[in-house]
């Protein structure tokens, strides 16, 4: 009795194993993943001029504001222009652009607060050109040129939210740089 017992066993065992090598099999699957990728021309960035304010006064009764479309600035000074950047890249392409919403302009231990306004199209031409975000802003490259142009301005004092006049700015020449960085999105 116990060799019919040992027998079952043995078979039961061998059964199992025989299942259990026959169910791997039947939930094996194979799958292919193509990959690819797009290499574009390389994104240029070139500043063709500085942001330029001209000559304001100390005690300057409004808000100096520096029109990226060239429209509507007040309170600047003889000289002023407005900051031009091209960037250039793949043809109807994509872009992200950022750059700091304010910066410090300083010289010595006098600072003056500096909001950027930006503005963007796909051709030099400032009165054309609409309104970025400073967080990061999308815009695409001219299908024919792949450049798109950026247009600074901005405002001069207060704080980094709230512009304010010149009540009491310390006469000095300010001066500082904004990073912008640009990438395809």
Do not use: C
Not at 23 to 29: I, N, R, W
Not at 45 to 69: E, M, Q, R, S, W
């Amino acid at each position: 009795m116990s060799r019919n017992i040992f027998t079952s066993v043995l078979f039961v065992t061998m059964l199992v194993v025989l299942v259990s090598g026959n169910s791997l099999a039947q939930t094996q699957a194979n799958a292919n993943l193509p990959a690819s990728a797009t290499v574009l021309t390389a994104l240029t960035i070139h500043k063709n001029t500085d942001v330029k304010f001209g000559n304001v006064g100390a005690t300057t009764l409004g808000i100096v504001y520096l029109d990226p479309t060239g429209a509507a600035s007040n309170y600047i000074g003889t000289g002023a222009q407005v900051g031009v950047i091209t960037i250039a890249g793949a043809t109807g392409q994509d872009i992200r652009i950022t750059w700091p919403s304010y910066i410090d302009l300083s010289h010595g231990l006098n600072h003056l607060n500096y909001v950027l306004q930006v503005n963007g199209y796909t051709a030099n031409t400032p009165t054309s050109s609409t309104p970025l975000t400073s967080g990061g802003s999308t815009a695409t490259t001219d299908a024919t040129s792949g450049n798109y142009f950026l247009f600074i301005g901005g405002q001069l004092g207060g704080s980094t939210t709230t512009a304010a006049a010149l009540s009491s700015q310390a006469t000095d020449t300010y001066s500082g740089s904004a990073p912008f960085t640009v990438e395809y999105n």
